[in-house]
């Protein structure tokens, strides 16, 4: 465990660094008065891993601040939220747009056209100019189904975010307590033996 954590402080922010990057001043400066939301623990680092997967999936600007404000609202670890939004980046983009409209239209029909449109039908992987003309048209034929699914996506991700990272955390913790077992016992029977 200690290991883990080691690397994960490598990953994340501090509050030094948010001090020092434009923007994020007052941040750092609230995060040293108040190092709960900054210590590393399962629960805080699940809820900020959480929100930081669950706000990102909204393509909105702003995502890294708006999922730092979240949790320092409900006490996750603001270092988490923050480094999960990069996880909704543009090569994951069309794979959470695609589930969002998924989501969003078992509430809001959606009926697919019966012929694909121009743009979508003269699209092709070896020519990456056709690419925006169709994705975009993809976008629009979602429509409210698309708007719909974002919130719904995001609590489904940051729920599925959560489990795996809060029962991961435990995982990880069972191994290191099994391990420090093993090399105990292992001391005793070498110490055991020496006469």
């Known amino acids: 465990m ?10 994340l922010p501090t509050a030094q660094t948010l001090e020092q990057t434009r923007g994020f001043a007052w941040l750092g400066q609230y995060l040293r008065e108040h190092p709960r939301l900054w210590v590393l623990h399962r629960r805080g680092v699940s809820l900020g891993v959480a929100l930081g997967i ?14 730092m404000l979240a ?16 996880l909704t980046n543009p090569f994951t ?18 009926h697919a056209p019966a012929t694909p449109s121009p743009a979508i039908a003269n ?9 925006p003309a169709a994705f975009w048209e993809q976008v629009t034929s979602w429509g409210p189904a698309l708007l719909v699914g974002f919130p719904i996506a995001g609590v489904v991700l940051g729920l599925a975010a959560y489990a795996v990272m809060y029962w991961g955390w435990a995982v990880l913790i069972r191994r290191e307590r099994r391990r420090r077992l093993r090399e105990r016992a292992g001391g005793v029977v070498r110490s055991a033996r020496r006469p």
């Open 54 to 67: 669950g706000i990102g999936v909204f393509p909105v600007p702003l995502q890294m601040p708006a999922a």
């Open 2 to 11: 200690a290991e883990f954590k080691r690397r994960l402080r490598r990953w």
């Open 123 to 131: 699209w092709h992987w070896a020519s990456p100019h056709t690419w």
């Open 93 to 110: 983009m069309a794979p959470i747009w695609a589930l969002a409209a998924y989501l969003g239209s078992f509430v809001v029909p959606h």
């Open 71 to 86: 949790a320092v609202a409900l006490r996750g670890n603001v270092a988490a939220a923050a480094a999960a939004t990069w």
